[in-house]
């Protein structure tokens, strides 16, 4: 029995877990910010840093707690190095190793986006190959996972982010942040009213938001011109219609080209339900992939997912030290940057 504590601070969740063999969740406390930075319209990096030290004591306390461990109990603690905000990053990654330094305890190290990925091991057991569509706020990844542990990037924006560009079309039509949850619910009362052109890229299977985005602000202006008024929900509908569409069919051909025993969906943007729509129909017609949808708990940030991630990098010796710092721009393991530039 491996029993792992988690720590996530990457962006505006303070998050810890106990997980017990990567699979059983003991707790996972979550402590959002949301309520805070909505006042300013979007995430504010030294507003989000400072409120995870005054929260991050509490919330561990209350993971031990509600799993009814602790410290003694715990085998390693995985923590979320990175990608993320730097300054939120550091109180996660500073908690992490005080624990480590007074219990004794090995660290883990984890990418933010694995942990996105090992999510899916709370639903599924995982299937090799495994292809994982990666979409939050600051990824819209298609991964390619021949073993367990082993990453490969296939494709990846190299501008918006899709949570990003829901977040900033949502700016733009007033509907607050996150955008991503109101647009979801918009765009189901909208019509196929409005034109938006289909994202462009160089590579089969990268993705581009910003053209999209621009294209949104663009309708907007020439609508106000001409005197019209803006139906929120149509613009709304064609902006996931578009987005959405564009993504599904470049992982669909991935799916096709690389035939995968499994396809996950991860990160925040994978609690959109018509993207979870979209993607079952199209995989309904692929044999031989099995879809897994994460559950709704699992999808947005949370300190169980890195659990789950540390369990894998548990079992592959993957430790940590102490000299190991927050890393912003952090890749995935065995990512290459020269990856993204050679293909
Ligand atoms: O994974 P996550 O919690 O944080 C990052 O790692 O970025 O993802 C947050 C992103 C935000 O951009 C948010 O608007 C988006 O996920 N999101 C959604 C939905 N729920 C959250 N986007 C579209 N539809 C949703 N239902
Ligand atoms: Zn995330």
Request: net charge negative.
């Amino acid at each position: 029995m491996t029993l792992l504590m988690g720590i996530e601070t990457s962006c505006d969740e303070t998050a810890c877990a106990i997980v017990r063999d990567g699979k059983e969740i003991l707790s996972n406390i979550v402590s959002s910010q949301i309520n805070v930075h909505t006042l300013y319209g979007g995430v504010v990096p030294e507003v989000a840093s400072r409120i995870h030290v005054e929260n991050i004591s509490a919330v561990i306390e209350e993971a031990l707690n509600t799993a009814k461990v602790t410290m003694d109990d715990i085998d390693a603690i995985a923590y979320t190095q990175g990608p993320g905000l730097v300054g939120s990053l550091h109180v996660g990654v500073q908690a992490a190793k005080t624990l480590a330094f007074a219990w004794n305890k090995p660290l883990l190290p984890i990418n933010h986006m694995t942990g996105h990925i090992y999510a899916n091991a709370f639903v599924a057991d995982l299937q090799f190959p495994l292809m994982a569509l990666v979409v939050s706020g600051g990824h819209s990844e298609l991964v390619w996972m021949q073993n367990d542990w082993d990453f490969k990037v296939l494709g990846t924006t190299f501008d918006d982010a899709i949570g990003e560009a829901y977040d900033k079309v949502a700016r733009v039509l007033g509907l607050g942040y996150p955008g991503g949850p109101v647009m979801d619910k918009m765009a189901k009362e909208g019509k196929p009213h409005y034109h938006l052109p289909t994202p462009k890229t160089a590579g089969e299977y990268d993705f581009s938001f910003s053209g999209l985005k621009s294209a949104v602000l663009q309708l907007i202006e020439r609508e106000k011109k001409q005197g019209n008024e803006i139906n929120v929900a149509d613009v709304a509908y064609a902006f996931q219609e578009t987005a959405l569409g564009s993504m599904v069919g470049k992982t669909v051909a991935a799916v096709r080209a690389y035939q995968p025993k499994m396809l996950v969906l991860a990160g925040g943007v994978a609690a959109n339900s018509r993207l979870r729509q979209m993607i079952t129909e199209a995989m309904n017609e692929i044999e031989g992939t099995q879809l897994v949808i994460p559950p709704m708990y699992c999808c947005t940030d949370n300190a169980a997912m890195i659990a789950a991630a540390g369990y894998t990098a548990y079992r592959h010796q993957a430790f940590g030290s102490f000299r190991d710092a927050a890393d912003p721009g952090l890749l995935m393991p065995g990512e290459n940057q020269s990856f993204f530039h050679n293909n």
